[in-house]
């Protein structure tokens, strides 16, 4: 067999595998990644925690009123109860009333908008748990489709990597050895076609004398440029 097709062939099977393990390591890092079940599930908490503290100023709200609307009945007991009969008295009673009166009015009002807080907040918490157990959902369903994907890439690999074997036992060692070095320094790109007279890596033009060279069967031919195996198909 020709020695530059054969490490074509070789850089062919590289060339899968490299492919393979980059798509391999961007479904582990998709797999590991939970930004946005994590991202839900803090909108999740921070409305639980509004929601906690309308509904612990309503209960504030009711406290006070409560303690208003007691005031108020004793404070009408005294004035209408007719044992208090001393004007000046009776006369301060009567501004508590009415200064208690205001005040319930003005904390039934707070009331009415702090349960409407009270409801906007328990929406909101609604819709923030529907959005996390939306994104878990979505999670689970992408990672069971990434991990089919990886599952037939493995497979895929495997059989690549006997191909590779198999190759590899048909070239003498050296020349394996000076492949693997140059797909390590040449950016995973050891073996280059020729394309149009020209190194399809670089882009150099070959001249006629070096086509010649290139098409010898048995010797390998580098490029003068960018030193990569070069290969006519
Ligand atoms: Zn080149």
């Given at each position: 067999?020709?020695?530059?097709?054969?490490?074509?062939?070789?850089?062919?099977?590289?060339?899968?595998?490299?492919?393979?393990?980059?798509?391999?390591?961007?479904?582990?890092?998709?797999?590991?990644a939970d930004e946005e079940v994590r991202l839900k599930l803090q909108e999740k908490t921070q409305a639980e925690a509004e929601l906690a503290a309308r509904h612990h100023h309503l209960?504030?709200?009711?406290?006070?009123?409560?303690?208003?609307?007691?005031?108020?009945?004793?404070?009408?007991?005294?004035?209408?109860?007719?044992?208090?009969?001393?004007?000046?008295?009776?006369?301060?009673?009567?501004?508590?009333?009415?200064?208690?009166?205001?005040?319930?009015?003005?904390?039934?009002?707070?009331?009415?908008?702090a349960l409407m807080e009270q409801e906007t907040a328990q929406k909101a918490l609604t819709e923030a748990e529907n959005a996390h157990q939306t994104a878990v959902n979505q999670k689970i369903s992408e990672n069971?489709?990434?991990?089919?994907?990886?599952?037939?890439?493995?497979?895929?690999?495997?059989?690549?990597?006997?191909?590779?074997?198999?190759?590899?036992?048909?070239?003498?060692?050296?020349?394996?050895?000076?492949?693997?070095?140059?797909?390590?320094?040449?950016?995973?790109?050891?073996?280059?076609?020729?394309?149009?007279?020209?190194?399809?890596?670089?882009?150099?033009?070959?001249?006629?004398?070096?086509?010649?060279?290139?098409?010898?069967?048995?010797?390998?031919?580098?490029?003068?440029?960018?030193?990569?195996?070069?290969?006519?198909?």
């Amino acid at each position: 067999m020709n020695l530059s097709f054969s490490l074509y062939r070789l850089q062919t099977l590289d060339t899968q595998r490299q492919k393979i393990n980059k798509r391999l390591a961007q479904i582990e890092a998709a797999l590991n990644a939970d930004e946005e079940v994590r991202l839900k599930l803090q909108e999740k908490t921070q409305a639980e925690a509004e929601l906690a503290a309308r509904h612990h100023h309503l209960e504030q709200i009711e406290a006070e009123t409560r303690e208003k609307r007691l005031k108020l009945e004793l404070n009408q007991v005294q004035l209408f109860g007719g044992k208090i009969r001393n004007p000046k008295e009776l006369q301060d009673l009567q501004a508590e009333s009415e200064a208690l009166n205001r005040f319930i009015h003005k904390l039934e009002e707070m009331h009415f908008e702090a349960l409407m807080e009270q409801e906007t907040a328990q929406k909101a918490l609604t819709e923030a748990e529907n959005a996390h157990q939306t994104a878990v959902n979505q999670k689970i369903s992408e990672n069971a489709l990434l991990a089919g994907e990886r599952g037939t890439l493995t497979s895929e690999m495997g059989k690549l990597n006997s191909q590779r074997e198999a190759l590899i036992q048909t070239l003498p060692a050296e020349i394996v050895s000076q492949y693997d070095n140059l797909l390590r320094v040449k950016g995973g790109k050891a073996v280059a076609s020729i394309v149009d007279d020209g190194c399809e890596a670089c882009g150099v033009e070959l001249s006629p004398r070096d086509m010649q060279a290139v098409r010898s069967p048995n010797a390998l031919f580098r490029c003068k440029t960018c030193g990569r195996i070069l290969y006519k198909g």
